[in-house]
């Protein structure tokens, strides 16, 4: 068996890479998949419930002044508006905060490097088509909820994943489906960790609770809606009585 035989790359590595290609694309889809629902139940808790607190919270205020006034509340004790506005806050349901300019500038070197319009069709196989349109759509999430953290992780993971050029040199071949290997091997540490990130979030904890509600055969959300009604109708009637007490 000639040397050049003995340093060509094994059917077994590149067995394991394309087995860490598959591995990575599925635990992404379910990220993915993830990331959607958990934004899907913040845009409607924004829709839905964050209007009824928004009517709360000042009506709360307004309470607040008039027992203050009538002497039924100390000036500095803890308002019920204040303590409203850190959970929304919790949430994760709080409207996010203009984009930065670093954030932008981060925005526009991912858009630059991974978007998929920025590569010929010819060039690049169907996985890695999947993979530019999945940082892509992270990166548009990641840019939405202001995070730039995520943005340089997303990133960095391109610039380690962008090396699928293959060679007619066969040590060349071999260090490079090595590379290939540690790169997806990390890549999936990564999604790991977005993984428990997102679900030790506050939106992720409200929606365990909302599924397990549903196993159960009732409707949180629902319930919620009809908790912060009855809270305004509450504050309505209380703040009524004590202006009536002037």
């Known amino acids: 068996m000639s040397s050049s035989s003995l340093s060509l790359p094994s059917d077994s590595t590149r067995e394991r890479v394309a087995a860490l290609q598959l591995q990575v694309a599925a635990r992404e889809h379910e990220l993915n998949e993830l990331k959607t629902d958990l934004q899907q139940l913040q845009t409607r808790y924004l829709d839905d419930i964050g209007p009824l607190y928004a009517e709360l919270m000042p009506l709360d205020a307004a309470v607040m002044e008039e027992e203050i006034r009538l002497g039924l509340r100390l000036a500095d004790e803890e308002d019920d508006f204040d303590v409203r506005s850190a959970n929304l806050e919790a949430s994760g349901c709080a409207p996010a905060a203009a ?30 088509r999947y993979r530019r349109h999945s940082l892509m759509a992270e990166a548009n999430r990641a840019y939405a909820e202001r995070d730039t953290d995520r943005l340089r992780l997303i990133l960095r993971a391109w610039e380690l994943d962008h090396d699928a050029a293959t060679t007619d040199d066969p040590e060349a071949e071999r260090a490079r489906l090595e590379r290939r290997a540690a790169n997806l091997g990390a890549r999936l540490v990564e999604i790991e960790a977005e993984f428990a990130d997102l679900r030790r979030s506050a939106i992720a904890r409200l929606k365990t609770r909302i599924d397990e509600a549903r196993a159960q055969g009732w409707d949180l959300f629902a319930e919620m809606l009809r908790q912060v009604r009855r809270e305004i109708a509450t504050a309505h009637a209380k703040l009524a009585r004590m202006k009536q007490r002037r």
């Not at 526009?108 to 169907?126: F, G, L, S, T, Y």
């Open 99 to 128: 984009p930065s300019a670093d954030l932008k500038r981060m925005f526009r070197d991912i858009a630059k490097a991974v978007h998929p319009d920025r590569a010929m069709d010819h060039q690049i196989d169907e996985r890695t």
